[in-house]
Each structure stands twice: as structure tokens, then as C-alpha cells.
């Protein structure tokens, strides 16, 4: 896959160059030339939207914070629940300097005095790499860096935040936000890692480098994780707004369908994804959307009723435990969806699932049950036939055949 002319941004770097080449390359945080209120009316410019999954306004985020009053915190959420995704660990691995570099400057402008870093129990790599990175800075004093369970919902902001407070890594239901009372019930700024590199560069080259890229509703550049039948996986960086098909080619071999956006996204048709831009204007037209940043390429030889009944069953697993529409709405779903694969579900099952899946959607703390019936919904219309043909006559012979989509599983999990 070939990359846009600027690129990479936020992979830009040697590591091996350590805190030394970083600032010869990037400078501190005390000389970058946009700050404080000047710094987010930068970002507000820029149109830099949250890189975890939501695409919510950073300017939005760093401004409620700012005019909230007392002891301020600030949450750099590398919390990377989605089993498919590897871009934040990736980032912190590579350049935690500007994922520092962005925290200091965040926390600064919006007057926070306590930074904690969230990651993930099993991305030791990347914790490694941000407790070095803080031990060698004179600039980073109040900045911890914590484990969170590695469980699908930590990465949701009031999750995080329940459990880095004392509690299970459970959502919890709004008002107040985590502006208003967050990290040890002071205002709270909660930013994803990418989020935090793209405003250090931001402070750095200004409104104007930062949308040379991407496109005018959804500027910048991304990174993304592809996996599945494509021809190099891994993460990479683009230009937001990339074609679909471009991110793709050159995949072994012929390509069912694409998902975008891992296990809260969507299931697209080909030749129909090819020649959609991956950013949010574009996606939202077919009812998808960037989330965090997971394209998976489904080979021809995969049973998507199968993928799609296994990532469900595991999604309906994940659940917090604590909304009777997630706890028994989504394990009715996930049982709907086996036995359609099973070939044992009665000729309405379907309708059953179109009919559930509206059921479940905003009657949760937090957006699980909206994330699986989204992924449900567009599988049931990408995969009707094949949908149909399991339900009439069970199992086909690519049903054993090895995962496509990533579903761990174990998953550490906390009782405290």
C-alpha cells in the first residue's frame, strides 16, 4: 500500500533516537509557538476529531474542561479494548514522546494537575515504553501510568474512569460527565492516545499543515489497523478520506466484504467499499463510520455467517453485566445468530433479530448494545443469502474453517 505525500505524521521518527533525536525533530512542549487558549482555538481550526473510536470535536472536550473550576485531571485513554485494533499500542510503542508532548500540552491549556496514562494489562511493550519515556522528562511529574482489565468496555470514558477511581471497569450512567466530575471527582479530560500525538503536531505546525490531508469535514491523518485478506496487515497512517478499495489492493485472492470500524462497525459490500473515502462524512452515508480505525478484508473462502455469529457471541460476553438490554438482549441475539448458523432457527428468525436489535439500541449505560446491533444489522443485509442458505440447511463447509475476525478467548477481568 502506497501513502499520501506527507506522510507519516504521527509515526514520524526513529525510537532508537530516544528523548534526544524527539526534540531535535519535534522540540518541548515549552517551545511550541501555540498554547493555552491559543492552542485550542488551533485545534477548534484544524477540525481534530477524537481518534478512539467516537470522532467527537477535541476543541469541544479541551474547552468544557478549561472552564471547569478546582483540581483538574487529564486521561490519555490507551485503553484498546477492541480485539482487532493495534494502532494505539503500535503508537506508544513507536512515539510515546508526542503522545507525551500532547498530554502536557493538553493538560497545561485546560489547567489539569494530575496526568494518568490508561493501558491495556496485556500491552506490556507499550507500557514499557511510556514509563521510560516519563522517567527520562523533567516535564512529566505528574504523570502515572496505570493498567486497566483487558476487557472490551474498558476503553469507554466512564468505564475507564470508574475503575482507575477504585471500582469495576463498568460504565456508569450520565450526568455528570467527566468534564463536570471525573478522576477523583475533579473535571477530567479524557483523550485517546492518537488524539494527544495529533495535537502536539498540531501545536507545533498549525491548523493550516494539519489539513493538508484528509478532507475538508474530517482533516488529518489516521492510523489504521487492516487485517483479514489484504496484502500487508498491520497499522498504518493515511490521509482520512483514502478509498477503501486503495487500503485493500492487491489482496490474495477475492475479497466477500469489508468491515470498517471492528466490532462496533459495519459489514460493507465489494465492489461497493471500494470507492468509499474511510472518513466520517463519506461513511455516514451508508450508515457506517471510522470508529477506531479497524478495516478487515473478508476472503471469499470465510462463512460470514459464522464470523458474524462467533464476534457476536464474544461481544454479548463483554458485556458489563449491569443493563438488562445488553445482559439478556445481546446473548438473545447471539443465540438467534448461532442457530441461524446451526441451521436449527425457526423461518422468522431474521424478522426476530431486525426486531431485537432496534429493541436493545440507547438503552444501555453506555453504546455496546448500539455497537453489536449495528454490526448485526448490517451483517443481515450484507449476508442475506448466505444468512438464509444456513438457516434452511445448516452449516456450510467453510464453516470450520480457520477465524478471520480476532475475538480473544480470555480476557482479564477485574472484580475490584
Known amino acids: ?6 506522510l507519516p505524521r504521527v509515526l ?3 525510537p532508537a533516537g530516544g528523548l534526544a533525536e524527539h526534540v531535535r525533530q519535534h522540540g518541548t512542549p515549552a517551545q511550541m509557538p501555540r498554547r493555552g487558549a491559543v492552542l485550542i482555538d488551533a485545534v477548534d481550526a484544524a477540525g481534530l476529531r477524537g481518534r478512539g473510536g467516537a470522532a467527537f470535536p477535541t476543541a469541544v472536550k479541551l474547552r468544557a474542561v478549561a472552564a471547569g473550576r478546582g483540581r483538574k ?8 479494548g ?4 493495534a494502532k494505539d499500542r503500535v503508537l506508544l510503542e513507536c512515539n510515546p514522546n508526542l503522545v507525551l508532548d500532547g498530554a502536557v500540552l493538553a493538560a497545561e491549556t485546560v489547567g489539569a494537575q494530575d496526568i494518568v496514562i490508561a493501558v491495556n494489562r496485556s500491552a506490556r511493550a ?3 515504553a511510556a514509563t521510560r519515556c516519563v522517567s527520562e522528562r523533567s516535564d512529566t511529574a505528574g504523570v502515572v501510568v496505570c493498567t486497566v482489565p483487558d476487557a472490551y468496555i474498558s476503553g469507554e470514558e466512564t468505564a475507564l474512569l470508574h475503575y482507575l477511581n477504585g471500582g469495576p471497569a463498568r460504565p456508569t450512567l450520565t450526568p455528570p460527565r467527566p468534564f463536570e466530575r471525573g478522576l477523583a471527582k475533579h473535571p477530567t479530560l479524557v483523550c485517546n492516545v492518537e488524539t494527544l500525538a495529533h495535537l502536539a ?3 507545533r505546525h498549525g491548523e493550516d499543515w494539519f489539513r493538508e490531508l484528509g478532507t475538508r469535514e474530517h482533516p488529518g491523518s489516521m492510523l489504521v489497523t487492516l487485517a483479514g485478506a489484504v496484502q500487508r496487515p498491520g497499522v498504518f497512517e493515511i490521509a482520512l478520506g483514502t478509498p477503501i ?3 485493500i489492493a492487491g489482496s490474495p485472492g477475492s475479497v466477500r466484504a469489508v468491515l470498517v470500524g471492528g466490532n462496533y462497525g459495519c459489514w460493507l459490500p465489494v465492489p461497493d467499499a471500494a470507492g468509499i473515502g474511510l472518513d466520517e462524512a463519506s461513511l455516514r452515508a451508508c450508515g457506517a463510520g471510522v470508529g477506531a480505525g479497524v478495516i478487515v478484508a473478508l476472503p471469499a473462502g470465510a462463512c460470514p455467517v459464522a464470523e458474524t455469529a462467533r464476534v457476536v457471541r464474544w461481544m454479548a460476553a463483554e458485556s458489563a453485566g449491569q443493563c438488562g438490554p445488553c445482559v439478556h438482549g445481546l446473548d438473545a441475539i447471539a443465540g438467534a445468530l448461532e442457530a441461524i448458523a446451526a441451521g436449527t432457527a425457526p423461518p422468522d428468525a431474521v424478522d426476530r433479530l431486525r426486531r431485537w436489535t432496534r429493541q436493545v439500541q440507547g438503552r444501555g449505560a453506555c ?11 448490517s451483517a443481515l443485509v450484507v449476508f442475506e443469502h448466505e444468512l438464509e442458505n444456513h438457516r434452511r440447511h445448516g452449516p456450510c463447509t467453510s464453516c470450520g474453517r480457520s477465524p478471520v475476525l480476532a475475538t480473544p478467548h480470555t480476557r482479564e477481568r477485574s472484580a475490584a
Open 12 to 14: 514520524a521518527g526513529a
Open 245 to 247: 478499495g486503495h487500503l
Open 201 to 203: 503536531l498540531i501545536a
Open 1 to 6: 500500500m502506497t501513502t499520501a505525500y506527507g
Open 73 to 80: 485531571a487529564l486521561v490519555v485513554n490507551g485503553a484498546e
Open 126 to 128: 507499550a507500557r514499557t
Open 367 to 377: 453504546r455496546h448494545p448500539d455497537g453489536v446491533a449495528r454490526f448485526v444489522r
Open 82 to 85: 477492541e480485539p482487532m485494533s
